[in-house]
């Protein structure tokens, strides 16, 4: 099953302020701010991608194709849901990008390409807060396009402010500006920084898109 995501709503705020940043790496005056957020930006996003999470809220919308069902059909005329061609939606559906702090709307496309929003009794965020979980008297609608089957949209990240942010995390991203500053120069991160990371990372396993 293939699985995309995009962040529709960047976040509003970063996980480290421009004075922690100046601080940091001993700037003075305001001559440098520009540069400075500018690398805080990137050192968050380098921290995102190592991580697979999302740090300060934002929306993401993860997309979802069918699976494929490995039925093999013999000549002839079928009247079959595309779904037995392709596979269904599975029933729980682990969600990248996290930690997830709720679901906005799921929504999900039949082969006319029309959307249809699929009522939130059907499913819940399980107590991890990473997957979506369908209800044991709910099923997916049968004839859904194969490509772009069904979009989850909903909020990950640890808050809506940067204290919300572990503050290993947080160190990493300073130590990350401090060295592309100097520099002056995006560079990948440093060892020091994936070091003070690597407790957090989503494992291979349980990351998507």
């Not at 509003?12 to 700037?27: F, H, I, N, Q």
């Not at 996290?98 to 390409?113: G, K, L, R």
Request: negative net charge; contains cysteine.
């Amino acid at each position: 099953m293939r699985r995309t995501t995009k962040v529709i709503t960047a976040p509003a705020a970063e996980p480290v302020t421009l004075g922690e940043a100046k601080a940091w790496a001993k700037v003075d005056g305001s001559e440098e701010d520009p540069l400075l957020t500018s690398l805080i930006t990137a050192a968050r996003e380098a921290a995102e991608q190592f991580l697979r999470r999302c740090l300060i809220s934002q929306s993401v919308r993860l997309t979802l194709d069918l699976g494929g069902s490995g039925i093999e059909l013999g000549e002839g005329v079928y009247d079959l849901p595309v779904s037995a061609l392709y596979g269904g939606l599975p029933s729980v559906i682990e969600m990248p990008k996290a930690p997830v702090q709720s679901i906005t709307s799921v929504t999900t496309y039949d082969t006319a390409d029309t959307s249809a929003v699929f009522s939130n009794t059907n499913y819940r965020l399980n107590s991890d807060g990473n997957r979506l979980v369908l209800g044991s008297s709910a099923s997916w609608p049968s004839n859904l396009r194969p490509v772009g089957a069904c979009e989850v949209v909903y909020v990950a990240g640890y808050g809506d402010t940067g204290s919300s942010v572990p503050q290993s995390i947080r160190t990493a991203i300073l130590m990350h500006v401090q060295a592309m500053y100097d520099g002056r120069t995006v560079c990948e991160m440093p060892e020091n920084c994936q070091r003070l990371l690597r407790p957090f990372r989503v494992l291979d396993s349980l990351a998507h898109g």
